[in-house]
């Protein structure tokens, strides 16, 4: 499985350097501050979901490459602008200083905006009619103002905040990163199937995996922050409890939370086994997800 899923990582890597080449009116500065925090080294959990899910679908060879470059493009601007003083103001991502600590606020907002907009881009390039507009309509409500965007304000809202609920923080959870996660598998399924037709329950088996993987996911993203470290991580560990961030081991102790975590990743890998062994990558790296140090 480890050669299975780096074989694959190297080619989503290959995908996002041919999205990022020079070309007439775009700024040099602008492409390397790009490239700089697209090509990172990153796990690249979303593209791989991309390529996964198509993979489990039956989708042909070529069909998850423009999905997996669109969430990943999506991704990593989240994370420059996530990084930005305004925000959690880090520097350190992806064990190399954070883009605007290279760049400058200006072009690491910029470097942010085109990422995000070239990922619609390679979407309505890459796909036939019908699978590009499900899959921007899929991006968009996922990263848009009652998902990805909708989730980082109440993180932001909510930092020092001594009264939210168990449910409230899962509702944020499930926008800040679950609901990009779940884009990225239904993505995988829409490049697979999307020409000629989704089987029905198909979209909604992934979307219940995506649910438990997505909050598992987040749930061990705020235990590293308390128990990781930033050699590993390759970025800044103990900086939610500094902030005032509502996280599950502020809420809940990090017991319960590695309890949650774990019992997440149970009733995800279930909800695959309908699938049978074509979902077996998927089960790796669900376990990866539970067990991860970075
Ligand atoms: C970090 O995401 C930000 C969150 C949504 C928690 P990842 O842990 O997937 O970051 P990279 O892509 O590996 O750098
Ligand atoms: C970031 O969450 C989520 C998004 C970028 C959408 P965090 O703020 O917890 O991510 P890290 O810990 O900085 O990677
Ligand atoms: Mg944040
Ligand atoms: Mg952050
Ligand atoms: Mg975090």
Redesign the pocket.
């Known amino acids: 499985l480890n050669a299975y899923l780096s074989q694959r990582r190297a080619a989503v890597e290959e995908h996002l350097r041919a999205c990022l080449r020079p070309e007439p009116g775009l700024p040099a500065s602008l492409l390397e501050a790009m490239r700089y925090s697209l090509l990172a080294p990153g796990k690249r959990l979303r593209p791989l979901l991309v390529v996964l899910a198509c993979e489990a679908c039956g989708g042909r060879p070529d069909a998850p490459w423009p999905g997996a470059s669109a969430v990943e493009m999506v991704h990593a601007y989240s994370l420059v602008h996530d990084d930005l003083p305004a925000m959690d103001d880090d520097d350190l991502r992806r064990g190399q200083p954070t883009c605007h600590k290279t760049f400058g606020e200006a072009l690491a907002i910029l470097a942010g905006d085109a990422l995000l907009t070239m990922s619609f881009q390679v979407l309505s390039e890459g796909y036939p009619p019908r699978t590009a507009a499900a899959c921007c309509r899929e991006l968009a409500r996922a990263a848009g103002a009652a998902g990805m965007v909708g989730g980082q304000v109440d993180d932001l809202a909510w930092e020092n905040a001594a009264d939210h609920t168990a449910p409230a923080l899962e509702h944020l959870h499930q926008r800040k990163t679950g609901a990009l996660i779940r884009a990225s598998l239904r993505l995988g399924v829409w490049a697979a199937r999307g020409e000629d037709g989704i089987p029905p329950g198909l979209l909604e088996r992934f979307d219940e995996f995506g649910r438990c993987l997505g909050l598992a996911f987040q749930i061990t ?2 235990l590293l ?1 308390v128990e990781g470290n930033a050699g590993a991580a390759g970025k800044r560990v103990g900086k ?1 409890a500094a902030r005032g961030k509502l996280t599950y081991p502020g809420l809940l102790g990090v017991e319960e939370s590695r309890r949650r975590a774990e019992e997440l990743g149970r009733r995800a890998a279930e909800t695959l086994t309908p699938l049978g062994p074509a979902a077996r990558p998927l089960l790796g790296l669900v376990a990866r997800v539970v067990q991860r140090d970075r």
């Open positions: 993203d705020d922050d939610d």
